[in-house]
């Protein structure tokens, strides 16, 4: 389905391009495709601000959804197995550890794993006796930076496409 702003473009289009294949002379008309030929000039500003909206949109979801994946898969169930071996031998540190981070919201989502990245500093010399990785550990702070950016990235697509298009 085409938006409003796309029908006005082409339209206007139209309009500038009938006058300069038959131009005509008089103030009236020359006023009138002027004003005609700058709608389309800021229609097609529009629609570019809209088009990128959605891009940046898209991208920052598409990466949102890796992220989440790579976080989960790599240093939250390293985390998760650590509090697990520490919990067997009678630490309270596994129940910190026991519940992943969901399929909720995203900001929930980082919130519980931002969570679990400062318990797991905060616990680091009793972990690091279970098997924690110092390296997982700092490479999970990155890839929450980076799902932080993404959701930056898709609230500000987001915010360009719905501002282009009122």
Not at 21 to 38: I, R, Y
Not at 96 to 101: A, H, L, S, V
Not at 112 to 121: E, G, L, N, V, Y
Not at 133 to 151: C, N, P, R, T
């Amino acid at each position: 389905m085409r938006s409003d702003v796309s029908r006005v473009y082409e339209m206007g289009t139209r309009v500038v391009s009938l006058e300069d294949a038959h131009p005509d002379t008089d103030e009236g008309h020359l006023l009138s495709v002027q004003k005609a030929k700058d709608v389309v000039a800021q229609m097609r500003d529009v629609a570019a601000a809209q088009r990128a909206g959605l891009v940046d949109k898209g991208a920052g979801a598409a990466e949102k959804a890796r992220l989440r994946r790579e976080i989960l898969a790599g240093p939250v169930a390293h985390l998760a197995e650590v509090g697990k071996r520490a919990s067997r031998n009678g630490f309270e540190l596994g129940r910190t550890y026991r519940y992943k981070p969901g399929a909720q919201t995203y900001t929930a989502f980082l919130t519980a794993a931002r969570a679990m990245q400062a318990r797991a500093q905060a616990d680091a010399k009793v972990l690091l006796t279970f098997g924690l990785s110092e390296a997982v550990l700092s490479q999970l702070g990155e890839l929450l930076d980076k799902f932080e950016a993404a959701i930056a990235l898709g609230n500000d697509g987001r915010t360009k496409h719905k501002g282009a298009t009122r």
